[in-house]
């Protein structure tokens, strides 16, 4: 997946679990398939429960903020 569908994705779950949006409105709104919208969305609703699924989760976090860093840099 595409670093900007991967981005759309991600604005369309913190929709659906920020701001109460219906995922199929979400799926719209980003331009995304609405079953692609719903996997994401119950996937980041799983609470990780082992030790690697945990660490996954860190690391997931952690690329996520490096991202968003490497994008406020490169507006600057």
Known sequence: ??????????AAVTLVLHANWLPS???AK???????????VRAAQIKPN??????QAAKEKLM???AQIEMELAQL
């Not at 997946?1 to 991600?10: G, T």
């Not at 082992?50 to 660490?55: A, D, E, F, P």
């Open 1 to 10: 997946m595409s670093e900007e569908k991967l981005s759309l994705l991600q």
């Open 25 to 27: 409105e979400a799926a």
């Open 30 to 40: 980003c331009q995304l398939p609405t079953r692609t919208v719903y996997k994401a």
């Open 50 to 55: 082992t030790k690697k699924q945990k660490l």
């Open 64 to 66: 996520d903020s490096i």
